[in-house]
């Protein structure tokens, strides 16, 4: 899952002899707020329609515009994971790909990002989500697969975060393969193992929007 299979094709990069009123076009047509400048193949940054707004001067050339999120981009061979990463620290909703040699490929939207990853986590599949909270020296993955492969239930995928009320201890994320958490719930905090929340899917996820609102709850965010 690299970033160059994410590219959207369909965002169209603006060059710096580009005036700010064609820009505004080309986001209305696209429907976005925000588009890449590039130069001579060169990533020069992003440019919103909040900054050409601001300008109020719709015949200026974007030369002399100020561009925001320069450092708003990944390499080519770089995962899914930190694109979101990247579009986090820098609260955008598009990152730049570029190859090892620093050339403009294109950009990935966090629209296109969020469901290839929702994809990988398995979080469109029918079953359940599990919280925990454990130090990080009693984290094995295995051990805990184990015990709940005794409840007739499988792992999907598991995500690890701080845990925001301890931060001494980790918390361990689980996408399960069964709806129902009662017995494996049980099982685990008969072993020691506190649960600090847990989500149960009666049906499976059937949209878009669906997956991607599991994907934030998965990710707790």
């Given at each position: 899952?690299?970033?160059?299979?994410?590219?959207?094709?369909?965002?169209p990069?603006?060059?710096?002899?580009?005036?700010?009123?064609?820009?505004?076009?080309?986001?209305?047509?696209?429907?976005?707020?925000?588009?890449?400048?590039?130069?001579?193949?060169?990533?020069?940054?992003?440019?919103?329609?909040?900054?050409?707004?601001?300008?109020?001067?719709?015949?200026?050339?974007?030369?002399?515009?100020?561009?925001?999120?320069y450092?708003?981009?990944?390499?080519?061979?770089?995962?899914?994971?930190?694109i979101?990463?990247?579009?986090?620290?820098?609260?955008?909703?598009?990152?730049?790909?570029?190859?090892?040699?620093?050339?403009?490929?294109?950009?990935?939207?966090?629209?296109?990002?969020?469901?290839?990853?929702?994809?990988?986590?398995?979080?469109?599949?029918?079953?359940?989500?599990?919280?925990?909270?454990?130090?990080?020296?009693?984290?094995?993955?295995?051990?805990?697969?184990?015990?709940?492969?005794?409840?007739?239930?499988?792992?999907?995928?598991?995500?690890?975060?701080?845990?925001?009320?301890?931060?001494?201890?980790?918390?361990?994320?689980?996408?399960?393969?069964?709806?129902?958490?009662?017995?494996?719930?049980?099982?685990?905090?008969?072993?020691?193992?506190?649960?600090?929340?847990?989500?149960?899917?009666?049906?499976?996820?059937?949209?878009?929007?669906?997956?991607?609102?599991?994907?934030?709850?998965?990710?707790d965010?």
């Amino acid at each position: 899952m690299q970033a160059y299979e994410f590219i959207n094709n369909l965002i169209p990069p603006l060059k710096l002899t580009d005036q700010a009123k064609m820009a505004l076009a080309w986001m209305e047509e696209i429907r976005t707020d925000l588009l890449p400048v590039v130069d001579k193949g060169k990533f020069l940054g992003f440019l919103s329609d909040e900054i050409i707004f601001d300008l109020n001067d719709p015949e200026k050339f974007l030369e002399k515009i100020p561009l925001n999120n320069y450092n708003c981009w990944v390499y080519t061979d770089q995962h899914v994971y930190d694109i979101l990463k990247i579009s986090a620290e820098h609260h955008s909703n598009m990152v730049a790909v570029l190859d090892r040699e620093m050339t403009y490929l294109g950009v990935v939207t966090m629209e296109d990002a969020i469901s290839a990853f929702a994809d990988s986590l398995s979080i469109q599949s029918q079953g359940s989500v599990l919280v925990l909270s454990m130090n990080m020296s009693d984290y094995s993955l295995a051990e805990i697969a184990r015990l709940t492969e005794t409840e007739n239930t499988k792992i999907l995928s598991s995500f690890i975060s701080n845990d925001p009320l301890d931060d001494s201890k980790i918390k361990l994320t689980l996408k399960l393969d069964q709806p129902e958490l009662r017995y494996i719930k049980a099982t685990l905090e008969r072993f020691g193992y506190k649960i600090l929340d847990h989500y149960q899917e009666e049906a499976g996820i059937s949209s878009e929007e669906d997956r991607i609102g599991n994907l934030l709850r998965f990710l707790d965010i």
